[in-house]
C-alpha cells in the first residue's frame, strides 16, 4: 500500500541519471580548474614524482606541451611552481630574469599566448638554500619585512616574463600591497594577483616538499597560518582585500572547508581553494590499494571544494577531471 501521506518524496529527483543531473547544483567544468605544475633546471626529460604518482617534475619541452595541452582541454589556468638547479640564502634566482621560473613563464606564454591564464608562483622557499619562504635574520627568523622588498622585484621579473596573474604563497604580512605597487610602478597594472589570504601550515603539504626538492628544515609555522583558527582567516582576507588582491585562496582545501565557506560567503572576489599534494597523495594511495574507487573520490573530492563555495579549484587532477567532464556531459 502506498503511503499517500507522504507527500515529499526527495528520492523522486534521484531517480534516473538524467533527473539527477538536471537537480546537481554544482558542477565542476573544466574553466574552473587551475593546474598546478612543476618544472626543474636541467632536466632533458620529465621526472616522476614518488610521493605524487602521475605528477611529474617538468623539462621546458614537456612543460610546454603541458600548457597546449592545458588549452586542448579548456582549463582555467595554469600555475607554474620552478626548481632551480642553485639555491642561495635570498632565493637570487627567483628574481633573474633568466631563472628557471621566468623562462619557464616566457616559453608558456610563447606556446599559448592569452588562450590560458598563466599564473605564476611567487615565494623564495623552491630559490632558497634554507627552504624558508623568505629571508632569515641574523637569529634565524624570517625577516617579513626584507622578504617584501625581494617579493616586489620578483613580481616584477615574473610580470616581465609575462604571468597574468601571480599568487604569493609566503604568508608575509603586507606581500599583496607591496606586490600590487611594485607591479603598478613598473607599468604592470593588468597583471592580477591570486592572493593566498588564507594559507594553512599543514602536515598534507608533504609530498609538494618532494615536487619541489624542499631544503626546509623545522616547519613554517611562525608565518603560515595555525590550524586552530578560524576567525583569523576572514582578518587575512580583509587584509589581502585592502591590499588590492584580484582573487583570493585558501590552501589546503578538504581540512579547510569550514574555512572556505566563511571565505566564500564574505568576499567581494572570486575565491580559489587549492587541493594540495597531500590531499592527492591520499586518494592515490588509497585507490592504489583497491580501498577507493579512484574516479568516483578524486570527483566527489573536487566536487566538494566547489559546494563549498570555492569559484575555482586548483588541482593536479585538472587534466583528468576535464576529460571526465566531457565524457558526462
Ligand atoms: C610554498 C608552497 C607550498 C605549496 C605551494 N606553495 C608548500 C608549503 O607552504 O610548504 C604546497 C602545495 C601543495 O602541497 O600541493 N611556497
Redesign the pocket.
Given at each position: 500500500m502506498p503511503r499517500y501521506d507522504l507527500v515529499s518524496r526527495p528520492r523522486r529527483l534521484r531517480t534516473t541519471p538524467a533527473v539527477r543531473r538536471l537537480a546537481a547544483q554544482t558542477r565542476v567544468h573544466p574553466s574552473d580548474l587551475i593546474l598546478?605544475v612543476f618544472v626543474r633546471e636541467g632536466l632533458a626529460e620529465p621526472a616522476p614524482l614518488g610521493s605524487m604518482p602521475g605528477v611529474v617534475q617538468h623539462s621546458m619541452d614537456s612543460l610546454r606541451r603541458a600548457a597546449a595541452e592545458a588549452v586542448a582541454k579548456g582549463l582555467g589556468g595554469f600555475m607554474i611552481?620552478g626548481v632551480p638547479a642553485e639555491r642561495d640564502p635570498e632565493g637570487s634566482a627567483g628574481c633573474d630574469p633568466e631563472g628557471i621560473l621566468n623562462r619557464a613563464l616566457r616559453a608558456v606564454r610563447a606556446e599559448v599566448g592569452d588562450d590560458l591564464v598563466v599564473m605564476a608562483?611567487l615565494?623564495?622557499?623552491?630559490f632558497t638554500d634554507h627552504g624558508h619562504?623568505g629571508v632569515l635574520a641574523e637569529d634565524g627568523t624570517v625577516d617579513n619585512d626584507a622578504t617584501l622588498e625581494i617579493y616586489g622585484r620578483m613580481a616584477v621579473a615574473q610580470a616581465e616574463a609575462g604571468a597574468h596573474v601571480l599568487g604569493p604563497?609566503?604568508?608575509m604580512d603586507g606581500q599583496v600591497g607591496v606586490i600590487r605597487s611594485a607591479l603598478d610602478e613598473a607599468g604592470h597594472p593588468d597583471v592580477a594577483v591570486l592572493a593566498?589570504s588564507a594559507?594553512y601550515?599543514?602536515a598534507?603539504?608533504?609530498?609538494?616538499?618532494e615536487?619541489?626538492d624542499?631544503q626546509?628544515q623545522g616547519d613554517?609555522r611562525s608565518y603560515?597560518m595555525d590550524p586552530a583558527n578560524r576567525r583569523e582567516a576572514l582578518h587575512e582576507l580583509q587584509l589581502d582585500l585592502d591590499e588590492g588582491a584580484d582573487m583570493v585562496m585558501v590552501?589546503?582545501a578538504m581540512s579547510y572547508l569550514d574555512i572556505l565557506r566563511d571565505v566564500a560567503e564574505v568576499s567581494p572576489v572570486p575565491v580559489s581553494a587549492?587541493?594540495?599534494?597531500?590531499?592527492?597523495a591520499m586518494i592515490e594511495a588509497a585507490a592504489a590499494n583497491g580501498w577507493i574507487d579512484r574516479r568516483a573520490a578524486i570527483q566527489e573530492s573536487v566536487l566538494s571544494i566547489r559546494r563549498a563555495g570555492a569559484d575555482s579549484v586548483?588541482t593536479?587532477f585538472a587534466v583528468e577531471l576535464a576529460d571526465w567532464f566531457r565524457e558526462e556531459n
Open positions: 598546478p611552481f608562483d615565494c623564495l622557499d623552491e619562504c604563497s609566503g604568508m593566498y594559507k601550515s599543514s598534507f603539504y608533504g609530498p609538494f616538499r615536487a619541489v624542499s626546509l613554517r603560515q590552501k589546503p587549492y587541493q594540495i599534494s597531500g590531499e592527492y586548483l593536479y
